[in-house]
């Protein structure tokens, strides 16, 4: 294999002149059901959940400048991506832009990686998303037998495969004790992940609206909670905004401008989804106007939502109180408000499927872009006759992520989620870099601005927070990269379309 394959790449002007052409999807999405799939994709956890745990266990009141660093951090990855969306409007989002400019092995690479990621994004969320739902029944008195409440514990799992490895007739030199717990399948997390399956697979503009409005419910809910709350604040809670630096019983630091800090990195991860909505372009009616608009709408309307429940949270209620699972709820409880925590928790319960429709969206169509372009077969570039839609890829992700989010347990899971969309981020502020000097004279949609400044800040930060990620996750990634290489170099480096233009 040469390295001259590795680096072919389609030329910028090439896939522009394709963009008219392209039959394989309807032009149905408009720039507000594209800022709904990426408001959808960025609001979730972050704001039911981190902004209040953050204040309480690292930044305080000064949590809001989380956001606003880990925000700052992410737009310099939106302002690249928004450059690329004008310029390629092609299904693919990260892995068709690197195609364009680092090529083809590098493209495999991240579309590969971003395969997986968005995948594990959506079997997380379900995971949590199965807790709410399961919250919300018992207050119904509806409860779910034990077995279909949770996925199997590692503990159990570990049984179960030195059970299988006995029928084998191999030894096992420290065996676990027989299962207690008798979890054994999140029934719920299976269910949402096949049903947005569905959702997608049937016609675009029919899951668009639903996620529009999906969408619109979560931010009204937010809305809710920054319109009442504010009647509530106490600015005395405000002070100390930075509370000063403690150390707790084991030596961990908490508070002070490093607490701000450790916030940032931490909520960061709320602050990215608007990338999902990329994936779509070749759905979209006008592209190269809409795309680079959708993401900085969606980016800038999450972040003024962060900011504002961040600030009503530890002004209605001392940062301390905010430690729980469900924060919001939890800080209008302790005012008198109970009735909005339920509100907050049904909101929470239905705009977190916009999240699933977002990422599993993102999935489907980077799979159809890798077997369009022949490095995967391709029989799953074949859209549905009726609908319109990539519904084979789609429909085997919904059997995987709910196969995932039905047997593992979040934490196994959540250790790969993060690599891959950071791994992204730094090519994409990269190949902006290298088509900024390569061909400077393209015409541009939309300019990064500062682009010399903004796109080396987007790699730097990226770069930061994948240092701080756990030792297990470099392992499983690396194990994903490399069945991922071999895929590529037995299979796809052969069949690409690149390898083979009479096709």
Not at 25 to 47: D, E
Not at 449 to 477: D, M, Y
Request: net charge neutral; proline share 4%.
């Amino acid at each position: 294999m040469s390295l001259a394959r590795f680096l072919r790449h389609k030329s910028v002007e090439q896939l522009q002149a394709e963009v008219g052409k392209r039959r394989d999807f309807r032009h149905v999405l408009g720039l507000w059901q594209l800022t709904a799939i990426g408001i959808g994709g960025i609001i979730g956890v972050g704001i039911f959940v981190l902004a209040g745990q953050q204040a309480a266990m690292n930044a305080g009141p000064a949590v809001a400048l989380s956001f606003i660093i880990a925000g700052l951090g992410s737009a310099c990855a939106a302002l690249c991506y928004a450059e690329f969306a004008g310029l390629i409007p092609v299904t693919g989002s990260a892995y068709t832009y690197g195609y364009a400019v680092l090529g083809e092995g590098a493209a495999w690479i991240i579309g590969w990686d971003l395969l997986l990621e968005y995948a594990l994004v959506v079997a997380v969320v379900a995971i949590g998303w199965s807790g709410y739902v399961q919250v919300l029944l018992a207050t119904a008195g509806i409860h779910l037998p034990e077995w279909a409440q949770k996925s199997m514990s590692a503990d159990t799992m570990t049984w179960y495969w030195q059970q299988f490895l006995g029928s084998l007739g191999v030894q096992v030199a420290h065996p676990v004790a027989v299962p207690t717990e008798h979890h054994r399948f999140n029934v719920i997390a299976a269910g949402i992940s096949v049903l947005v399956a569905v959702m997608l697979s049937v016609r675009t503009e029919w899951g668009a609206r639903l996620n529009t409005f999906i969408v619109a419910i979560k931010v009204i809910g937010v809305a809710l909670v920054i319109g009442v709350g504010a009647f509530y604040i106490n600015t005395a809670n405000w002070h100390p905004f930075i509370p000063e630096r403690v150390f707790d019983d084991k030596g961990a630091g908490h508070f002070g401008w490093q607490g701000v800090l450790t916030g940032a990195s931490v909520v960061f991860f709320a602050v990215f989804g608007y990338d999902t909505l990329t994936t779509a372009a070749e759905e979209a009616k006008n592209p190269q106007r809409d795309l680079p608009r959708a993401v900085m709408l969606s980016l800038i309307v999450a972040m003024v939502l962060y900011i504002a429940v961040s600030l009503v949270l530890t002004g209605i209620v001392p940062y301390a109180h905010l430690s729980g699972d469900a924060s919001v709820s939890d800080a209008f409880n302790a005012i008198g408000l109970p009735w909005i925590g339920n509100v907050i928790a049904a909101a929470a319960v239905v705009g977190v499927i916009s999240v699933l429709f977002a990422f599993m969206l993102g999935a489907a169509r980077i799979w159809f872009a890798l077997s369009r372009d022949g490095l995967l077969p391709a029989w799953f570039s074949r859209v549905h006759l009726r609908f319109g839609t990539p519904a084979r890829p789609t429909m085997i992700l919904g059997v995987f992520t709910a196969l995932v989010a039905g047997l593992l347990p979040i934490g196994e899971v959540a250790e790969l989620v993060n690599i891959g969309t950071l791994s992204a981020f730094i090519l994409i502020c990269a190949s902006v870099l290298v088509l900024r000097k390569r061909k400077p004279d393209l015409e541009r949609k939309f300019r990064t601005p500062f682009v010399w400044f903004t796109a080396p800040l987007g790699i730097l930060f990226s770069l930061a927070l994948i240092a701080g990620l756990p030792w297990i996750t470099f392992e499983r990634f690396a194990i994903w990269m490399a069945i991922g290489l071999v895929v590529y170099f037995c299979y796809g480096a052969r069949h690409s379309k690149l390898n083979n233009p009479q096709d």
